[in-house]
């Protein structure tokens, strides 16, 4: 498959022994209007008349989905949470609009073509109401409606249960729809067409400098992904599981976009950090001096959990004595809660918990960064040079977060890019 | 199953051996707002819980359908009839999103429930898109819900094709998905809600002595509904077929309302004459002295059919010579259109075609009239009476058309409905 990838232009050759099979995606904000449809529609027809067979997804148009969660409420009045079975039936719709209008606009242009529902596209999925995940693509019904030279057009965003019944995958996971689509039809690329002309080295309304890169390696999108790129870590997921190279472009301009794949010959020669993430509005709490035995942690961490409290970075230090330091951060707006509810935690009598907002937290990120030390040090200094204080440190394989003073991120954003040359085209 | 119909009453009693089972439908206006939503879902569950398993079907929100249909000419683009498949998924949207609403609101009163797309609720029809025709209702996941304690809120005006797509009934058929589901459930009756308050003798506000009528038998309801009374029709002929005793009710009052039933020993002792409908707009065409021989009729009317112009009354009369003469109506607004293609024709070579708009149909109907003569004669009667002057006759078994001037059709409804005693109770 990887023979066929195409990293830059919008077209690609054939693949080898059969027809160029592509699937693309197209959010909310390019179907928003009856114009931005039928723009896509063009650009759709445009692609299928230089050759490939085509398999498309789109979202609900602009604030659609919201608007059907805010009748939802409607209906359901003051302090009752939606049903989430009925919820996917409702929000569903969104996507089926999308697809039906792309499909007519599509037809006016004097091409076959046919929409399809989730559950009619062969979207299996368990009975997770809300947030299924996708069990199998059934693609006999696509594979038979692109062999009669059909467009086909698919609702994103659901499937059908082993109970019969609509599910939908998610917020934002019609990425998801589409790259399953694409592992399952063993397409040649997956293309995700977004408000957004590709993946950048950092935020470019933090780092001006900042460049965008041609590509992309899995490991490293998703954790760019998770934190904070306009991607579904979900769909990078299952399009590294597949090896379906998944290209994220702009909808309407025709610069290249950004390649993630898995194609480890082109990775060697690539730079040990491919990019930076920046997330804002963390809240932190601190709890110093905890008993140092098993199940602290737990006792802390279940209630959180319980109300629904997200946590995202732990930090465990040993202090002197048999006592250790607890150190995690939270969303700004869970932070009083969070705290409320660890001050009543058993295993922290007498503890001196403390809390605050107005933190960020910001990362370097690249698999060239395993087993290759310096790093960390690199980063810690290149901060410091920058007069950034670290307030805690955590690190994955391919990543080092360190959380900093909210006020500070974005000298420290721009004093990494510049601190790993990212602003350097790589020497490929 | 008729010892279980209640004619006037908004709760029956059990079926015998059974639960009494109830489908009710509501109309768009009935569910226009979240406000409206949630008080049809108060109607509701104060069914259920005084005994009846409820099985409730809805139509799209207002103006949603016309909404859909706007924004599918939008990408359509000027000139391109949207495909009728595309439409119909498109289309379905708008009574899922009911459907799914009215669950929540459901649920939100402390209620079991769950809502069905048309293909879930087991709605099958062939694969004519637009204007499908129920094959069949597959009961087997209605009943399980039913059984399993739940209110089904069912999406109406849907169904699923062989082909496994989704086909829409034709508009206003959310009444026929009640029908024919009542019909499948063997249900004890089927209840159709919406802005009106039952079947009038007439018109109201064109004979304000007109009286709402307790009964109505199907035949009389058929003929009533073709000729304007806003029922379907279909689900009239399905309910008489299957024997489903139907009550056409106001959503948001509790007044009795109409029980449409077969019921021949309620009927025996009612009037002749049950109603007066009234249809304005009526375009009129005569072609005198045309060749009375086979295949002339056929030469007029095939090329109106296939230009899609609906012709309504049709008359022939024989006339000295070997000749005779063809008077029909159209919709006004299709006279123009149908006035150049009858000139056309091949048999009416030589023959003066003329036309003219401004007429209207006044009716009477009633199972009573079969077989009993004087009905028509005294129509004519107190037509002459009230100087209304008769331009077409035709007649069915239950059923005496006029053609009449417009200007002339309020006159003669009130007349009509004076010399009938409509409006007098029934006997009964």
């Known amino acids: 498959m990887t023979a066929t990838v195409d990293a830059g232009g919008a077209t690609g050759a054939p693949a080898a022994g059969g027809r160029q099979v592509v699937v693309q995606k197209y959010g909310g904000s390019s179907v928003a209007t009856a114009e931005k449809i039928r723009a896509v529609a063009k650009k759709i027809c445009d692609r299928r008349a230089a050759g490939a067979d085509m398999v498309v997804t789109v979202s609900a148009m602009g604030d659609t989905t919201d608007d059907l969660i805010a009748l939802a409420r409607s209906v359901s009045g003051a302090g009752h949470v939606p049903d989430p079975r009925e919820m996917d039936t409702l929000l569903s719709t969104g996507e089926l609009v999308s697809a039906a209008l792309m499909a007519l606009a599509i037809r006016s242009l004097g091409y076959e073509v046919v929409s399809l529902s989730g559950p009619q596209a062969g979207i299996r999925t368990d009975n997770t109401h809300g947030a299924a995940r996708i069990s199998e693509v059934d693609t006999k019904r696509l594979s038979r409606e692109l062999a009669a030279g059909r467009i086909v057009i698919v609702a994103g965003f659901q499937g059908l249960a082993e109970t019969e019944d609509i599910t939908t995958l998610g917020r934002g996971a019609s990425d998801l729809t589409a790259v399953a689509i694409a592992a399952g039809l063993k397409a040649d690329r997956c293309e995700i067409y977004t408000d957004v002309d590709g993946i950048y080295t950092a935020d470019p309304r933090l780092v001006p400098e900042a460049r965008k890169l041609a590509e992309i390696g899995y490991e490293e999108m998703l954790e760019l992904a998770s934190l904070g790129a306009k991607m579904n870590p979900r769909s990078i997921e299952l399009g590294a599981v597949y090896s379906v190279p998944i290209l994220v472009a702009s909808t309407f301009d025709d610069k290249p976009g950004t390649l993630i794949h898995g194609d480890a010959s082109m990775m060697e020669v690539r730079k040990a950090v491919t990019g930076i993430a920046v997330t804002r509005n963390v809240g932190k709490i601190m709890v110093p001096g905890i008993p140092d035995r098993p199940g602290v942690a737990a006792d802390i961490f279940e209630p959180l959990a319980a109300a629904g409290i997200n946590v995202d970075v732990i930090v ?113």
Not at 336 to 364: E, F, N
Not at 379 to 407: K, Q
């Open 316 to 428: 465990q230090s040993a202090s002197a004595g048999g006592k250790a330091d607890i150190s995690f951060t939270v969303a700004d707006g869970d932070l009083d809660r969070a705290l409320a509810i660890t001050r009543q935690c058993k295993s922290c009598g007498g503890v001196a918990i403390s809390g605050g907002r107005g933190y960020a937290k910001v990362s370097i990120v690249g698999t060239g960064m395993t087993n290759s030390p310096g790093y960390a040090s690199r980063m810690f200094r290149a901060l410091a040079l920058a007069r950034v204080n670290i307030d805690m440190i955590t690190t994955s394989e391919i990543r080092i977060t360190c959380i900093v003073d909210a006020g500070q991120v974005e000298a420290a954003a721009r004093a990494l890019h510049q601190a790993f040359e990212l602003h350097e085209a790589s020497p490929d």
